[in-house]
């Protein structure tokens, strides 16, 4: 989830969550939190629509599950609390979802092995016929002019 997203769902300004987070920078190490790149946030605007002339100046942080739930022990409100208990359920849900859908993940991911391997297939068919190799060829030996 993007700062600004957490930022609103806990009713805080994004700067005061990043600022609270910068504090306590050893409670979110890289796979808890991470700044998009300057191109990642670019083309993050370009997607959604978002005027080029207003909002950030700094590309925004992503923040993982872990990095969600470490926010509950930096933002210490009862919003806070709640917030954090609903989105730790939605991603204990989401799991959920997953691990009863397990067959069909296989089911779909074998179907795009089978895609991958048609379009590889055409993609040969597509392809030029190699030139026929004219077994003369070998024996001819190109003159060279003088002038």
Do not use: C
Not at 78 to 93: E, G, M, S, Y
Not at 126 to 138: D, F, R, T
Request: proline share 7%.
């Amino acid at each position: 989830m993007f700062d600004s997203d957490l930022a609103a769902l806990y009713q805080v300004e994004t700067f005061n969550l990043n600022k609270a987070v910068k504090r306590n920078a050893a409670r979110f190490p890289d796979d808890f939190m991470f700044q998009l790149s300057r191109e990642e946030a670019a083309n993050l605007t370009f997607q959604n629509g978002i005027s080029s002339w207003g909002g950030r100046r700094t590309p925004p942080y992503a923040f993982t599950e872990q990095g969600v739930a470490m926010l509950s022990s930096v933002l210490r409100s009862d919003r806070a609390a709640q917030v954090n208990v609903a989105i730790i359920r939605t991603f204990v849900r989401l799991r959920e979802i997953l691990a009863t859908h397990e067959e069909l993940a296989r089911k779909v991911a074998q179907h795009d092995r089978q895609i991958a391997a048609l379009f590889e297939y055409v993609k040969t068919l597509l392809e030029p016929p190699p030139a026929p190799k004219n077994p003369l060829s070998a024996l001819f030996i190109p003159r060279t002019e003088t002038p």
